[in-house]
Nanobody, 119 residues
Framework: QVQLVESGGGLVQAGGSLRLSCAAS???????MGWYRQAPGKQREMVAV???????NYAADVKGRFTISRDNAKNTLFLQMNSLKPEDTAVYYC??????????????WGQGTQVTVSS
């Protein structure tokens, strides 16, 4: 069974920084991994995704502030968050996707880590 465990969340002042980590169990490797967030009363949204270590994509409102990276040897995903804003407050989830022979990819989710940015 594949497990994704997020860590690194917490309370930070506006303008501060946090680094989130997502550790995947075992030797399983995902084709695509990403960070998503969900604020109370709002839908979950994509923050950043990475395919291998080459292709990345960011939500418009985090470009220039957040950086996604992946350590394949350690099977760990990171999200460096700088210049944090109160609107970044949300539960951040790690997602891994594995392609299948047919149909859509299989998705695996972590349980999330809370990020709170004070004004």
């Amino acid at each position: 069974q594949v497990q994704l465990v997020e860590s690194g969340g917490g309370l930070v002042q506006a303008g501060g920084s946090l680094r989130l980590s997502c550790a995947a169990s075992g030797s399983f490797r995902f084709n695509r991994m990403g960070w998503y967030r969900q604020a109370p009363g709002k839908q979950r949204e994509m923050v950043a995704v990475i395919v291998t270590n080459i292709a990345t994509n960011y939500a418009a409102d985090v470009k220039g502030r957040f950086t996604i990276s992946r350590d394949n040897a350690k099977n760990t995903l990171f999200l460096q968050m700088n210049s944090l804003k109160p609107e970044d407050t949300a539960v951040y989830y790690c997602k891994g996707s594995s392609y299948t022979a047919t149909g859509p990819p299989l998705d695996y989710w972590g349980q999330g880590t809370q990020v709170t940015v004070s004004s």
